[in-house]
């Protein structure tokens, strides 16, 4: 799964990065996070087809993390649905109609995962997993719009747009570390990916293709990341030669 992820990259920076047409949220912006968790805010990047266009328009949009369905009765049971696997996306009911019509990219530095320290089943040592090149990792996203029936229809909060992480099963270097990872969508096919037209999941399913061996890198870092009331660049600093699992 992916539970925690670093996001530090300013506004200005992945509106450049992802070529956004339209900064969606112009008057908010998201600080520095290197301990992204479930239910906090975070950018994704989608494309909508504004009333009359024939296209797609390329934004970058502010939304929650984790999916509520259009269908739920209660926005907590977003807390759950921070992960969709890539297997399964078609079938599920919470996510089908999302990967349908409303697929998006969430921008990261890396993800942490955890791994069970040897000798000892109790403790688990931290790993921040990022590109080896030091650039933009753009996990696979789903969004999903869910309208409050408490709030009047001119109430600025009556909609909550949310999103969740796409999974796949984690290349073999990875794969000691945990059996799942963010499906990574490469820049040749964020175009199609995005693409609101493209309704046809079978299409859509190709798309999802996982990262090569040896693009993304791993170390062990501190165990502060395991609080979500810990944030800062430290986070995702590797540990000093000798400290942690020693795995890379």
């Known amino acids: 799964m992916c539970g925690r992820y670093a996001s530090a990259r300013k506004k200005h920076e992945l509106l450049e990065e992802f070529q956004v047409e339209q900064d969606g949220d ?12 479930p239910t906090k805010n975070v950018y994704a990047v989608l494309s909508r087809v504004p009333e009359g266009a024939e296209r797609g328009v390329r934004q970058l949009r502010i939304l929650k993390w984790g999916l509520v369905p259009a ?40 993800y942490f995962e955890w791994m069970p320290v040897e000798g000892d089943k109790k403790k688990k040592q931290p790993y ?6 030091g650039g933009v990792l753009a996990m696979a996203g789903l969004y999903e719009f869910w309208k409050d029936p ?25 794969g000691h570390i945990h059996d799942r990872m963010p499906m990574m969508i490469e820049r040749e ?60």
């Open 128 to 133: 921040f997993i990022h590109p080896e090149d």
């Open 26 to 37: 112009p008057d908010k912006e998201l600080g520095p996070d290197y301990n992204v968790a």
């Open 150 to 174: 408490t709030r009047d229809d001119d109430d600025p909060l009556k909609w909550l747009v949310t999103c969740t992480v796409i999974t796949t099963d984690a290349e073999d270097e990875l």
């Open 189 to 248: 096919r964020w175009a199609e990916w995005l693409d609101p037209q493209l309704t046809d999941t079978r299409t859509a399913a190709g798309l999802l293709v996982p990262a090569q061996s040896g693009r993304l890198t791993a170390y062990p870092v501190s165990t502060d990341v395991n609080s979500v009331r810990n944030n800062g660049p430290e986070l995702i600093e590797p540990l000093p030669d000798g400290e942690g699992d020693g795995l890379f």
């Open 71 to 110: 269908w739920a009765k209660d926005p907590s049971v977003g807390s759950r649905m921070i992960n969709a696997r890539a297997e399964t996306l078609a079938e599920k009911p919470s996510f089908r109609s999302a990967f349908a019509k409303r697929r998006c990219l969430l921008p990261a530095d890396g």
